[in-house]
């Protein structure tokens, strides 16, 4: 069993932090997807919001198990389908886990019709510290995670799409209360997604 082979105890985690979970769907709410695939989609998190048709593609057969609908077992690395392919192509944390940041997003260009929209945890924010040194620990999780910065997220989109917008919540820390929060476009929070344009 890898890490990516219990959507379980992942959607677990979501039901026991619903604040957290509550903020961050309206983030990606806020960009209003239509008709993509999501890369890494895992147990299929943030579908309820995805308008239209989704296509889920993970690595783990198990966690696709779990998703109603279309779904492919692949490589975010090479992608198993035709040149624009999808009228949107969204990721939510899995860049956290991609080895080879550049092959992922020219394979997200070359699948992506119109948009790319991609969330991350930064690095320069409190969640991602935390989750770093939680990796460092050992977690089974944030182990084997690889955090980038708000800006260097923002520069590697940039590099393959003209980037439109950004969103972002979860100003507050991990040893704050959770809290409801509205997303904002200033890209300070934590959890941070940025909406690219194919040109």
Request: aromatic residues 12%.
């Amino acid at each position: 069993m890898t890490i990516f082979d219990d959507p379980k105890g992942y959607v677990r985690w979501y039901h026991e932090h619903h604040t957290i979970y509550e903020n961050e769907r309206r983030a990606v709410e806020e960009l209003r997807l239509q008709n993509c695939l999501d890369i890494g989609s895992g147990p299929s998190i943030f579908h309820e919001v995805i308008q239209g048709d989704t296509v889920s593609l993970d690595i783990s057969e198990f966690m696709l198990q779990s998703v109603e609908g279309d779904r492919v077992q692949g490589d975010a690395h090479y992608l198993p389908f035709r040149d624009n392919a999808f009228p949107c192509v969204f990721s939510s944390v899995t860049i956290c886990f991609i080895e080879r940041l550049d092959e992922f997003m020219a394979e997200a260009r070359r699948v992506s019709r119109n948009r790319f929209v991609g969330c991350i945890v930064r690095a320069d924010s409190s969640w991602g510290e935390f989750y770093s040194n939680l990796g460092k620990r050992g977690h089974k999780y944030y182990s084997k995670a690889r955090f980038i910065s708000g800006r260097d997220f923002l520069n590697l989109v940039g590099k393959y799409f003209k980037v439109r917008r950004t969103v972002s919540v979860l100003r507050y820390g991990p040893t704050d209360k959770e809290v409801p929060e509205l997303p904002t476009d200033d890209g300070e929070g934590a959890f941070m997604c940025v909406e690219g344009i194919k040109e």
